[in-house]
């Protein structure tokens, strides 16, 4: 009787055992951290933020023009540190397009997807216009005649993130992005309202001849140098940019340097 005893009492304690064991056993979890650019590569970072208390892998995957459908598209499998983090260096991607990063984690319970993240890879090349060394920073030259100018940013009613330049009775000269630039080059349009894309910029140029007030912007399709120094530090050059005002063209080139808010 004794020894059955002890039989039940020891398939008793197995029992728990593996009952305590499946209850510490979950599905993994994921975050995706970050999407951002370096030297013309794009780096995503993730972290598995749970691993279910068993071994895993993790990953990325990432689609062009459209969200994945799965974490099958495009999938990288990477080594996990021991912080759970990991990180995939992605180059030859298509400039000027839009793709869309995640990450994912797996294990013997099941898998774990994080935050889809969308990023506009830019168009890759140098941020600093050919003429960038005609002038010392913060100077713009217009026509025949070079100013120093300073710099400042607003918002504007059409919710445009802008750049100005004024000095004195110099024209005030606004560069107006759809959203906060990258390090890239951006294509000038002919009217604000048609900022259609991330690399596009108006610039609007406003100044007094005589006493008469006009406002004119740069034609379509001239190009300006961003180049993103630190976070929320720019500077910008530009070449020859050509606009009409009172029956007269003049051109633009210059390069500022902006802090922004």
């Avoid at 892998?57 to 994945?68: L, N, W």
């Avoid at 995640?102 to 890879?121: D, P, Q, R, W, Y």
């Avoid at 007030?213 to 190009?223: I, K, N, R």
Wanted: net charge negative; hydrophobic share 35%; with cysteine.
């Amino acid at each position: 009787m004794k020894t059955n005893t002890y039989i039940l009492i020891a398939l008793f304690a197995v029992f728990l055992t593996a009952c305590n064991e499946e209850k510490y056993l979950r599905v993994p979890a994921v975050e995706t951290l970050s999407v951002q650019m370096w030297d013309n590569n794009v780096i995503i970072s993730g972290k598995v933020t749970d691993s279910g208390n068993v071994g895993v892998s993790a990953g990325v995957y990432f689609t062009q023009g459209h969200k994945p459908k799965s974490a099958t598209e495009n999938q990288i499998l990477l080594d996990v540190a021991n912080d759970g983090s990991f990180q995939a260096v992605i180059s030859e991607l298509k400039e000027d397009s839009t793709y869309y990063f995640g990450t994912f984690v797996l294990s013997s319970i099941g898998f774990g997807l994080g935050e889809i993240i969308a990023f506009k890879v830019p168009r890759f090349a140098a941020p600093v216009s050919p003429c960038e060394n005609t002038l010392t920073t913060n100077h713009v030259k217009d026509g025949n005649q070079i100013f120093s100018v300073s710099a400042s940013t607003e918002i504007s009613p059409l919710e445009t993130y802008d750049f100005i330049l004024n000095k004195g009775s110099f024209p005030e000269i606004t560069f107006s992005f759809k959203d906060k630039p990258i390090t890239g080059i951006y294509e000038t349009v002919s009217q604000v309202d048609r900022l259609g894309s991330n690399s596009q910029i108006s610039v609007k140029i406003s100044k007094n001849i005589g006493y008469t007030y006009y406002a004119s912007t740069v034609s379509h399709g001239q190009l300006v140098y961003v180049n993103c120094v630190e976070e929320n530090n720019f500077i910008i050059s530009f070449c020859d940019l050509s606009y009409a005002m009172n029956y007269e063209n003049y051109s633009l080139t210059g390069r500022f340097e902006i802090e922004a808010r």
